[in-house]
T-cell receptor, first 114, second 114 residues
């Protein structure tokens, strides 16, 4: 069984400050890991994904995440927050083998303070 | 990237009626489509997995007679909420995959049952 835990349902940062959204995963097999962003009343947009290649993954909009097997973590970071980054962020995991089923975390709402 | 559409984006129906939501992959053939339900301020809950030409596989606790899923072609899956009740009001999101390591999400359908 796979699962992800996102620490902090709400995170507030000042504009220009570092964004750090935490995600820890549990998987019995090598995982694929994802970060998605969701704006109000919209679907999900893929920010980045880890699929067993480079452990530091760069995504869209200046986001990146590092896969740390020893810590079972896949935290999302961005050096400088922008107002447009305010949204809900979901970490997700799937089996590396078939990519059939994705399990989502509970989400972290990012607030950016001007 | 691949595009998945959903129709309608919003629907309001009366209690006891049925409503159909369409999910289309616009520029690729989707061997598998997924249907998710998202409660307010909650994560996505996988409802069912549908493969073209075969019966959908429902997650535990999801009533298959209430949430009818049809995946008649490689570009279209439909979710029909039968005899809708106010507690069925939710945000329904579909995703599609061609078997590669990524799911592409639709923009979601907001269902309100009055």
């Amino acid at each position: 069984a796979q699962s992800v835990t996102q620490l902090g349902s709400h995170v507030s940062v000042s504009e220009g400050a570092l964004v750090l959204l935490r995600c820890n995963y549990s998987s019995s097999v090598p995982p694929y890991l994802f970060w998605y962003v969701q704006y109000p009343n919209q679907g999900l947009q893929l920010l980045l994904k880890y699929t067993s290649a480079a452990t530091l993954v760069k995504g869209i909009n200046g986001f990146e995440a590092e896969f740390k097997k020893s810590e079972t973590s896949f935290h999302l970071t961005k050096p400088s927050a922008h107002m447009s980054d305010a949204a809900e962020y979901f970490c997700a995991v799937s089996d590396a083998g078939g990519y059939q089923k994705v399990t989502f975390g509970t989400g972290t709402k990012l607030q950016v303070i001007p | 990237g691949a595009v998945v559409s959903q129709h309608p984006s919003r629907v309001i129906c009366k209690s006891g009626t049925s409503v159909k939501i369409e999910c289309r992959s616009l520029d690729f053939q989707a061997t598998t489509m997924f249907w998710y339900r998202q409660f307010p301020k909650k994560s996505l809950m996988l409802m069912a997995t549908s493969n073209e030409g075969s019966k959908a596989t429902y997650e535990q606790g999801v009533e298959k007679d209430k949430f009818l899923i049809n995946h008649a072609s490689l570009t279209l899956s439909t979710l029909t909420v039968t005899s809708a009740h106010p507690e069925d009001s939710s945000f329904y999101i579909c995703s599609a995959t061609s078997g590669t390591n990524e799911q592409y999400f639709g923009p979601g359908t907001r269902l309100t049952v009055t």
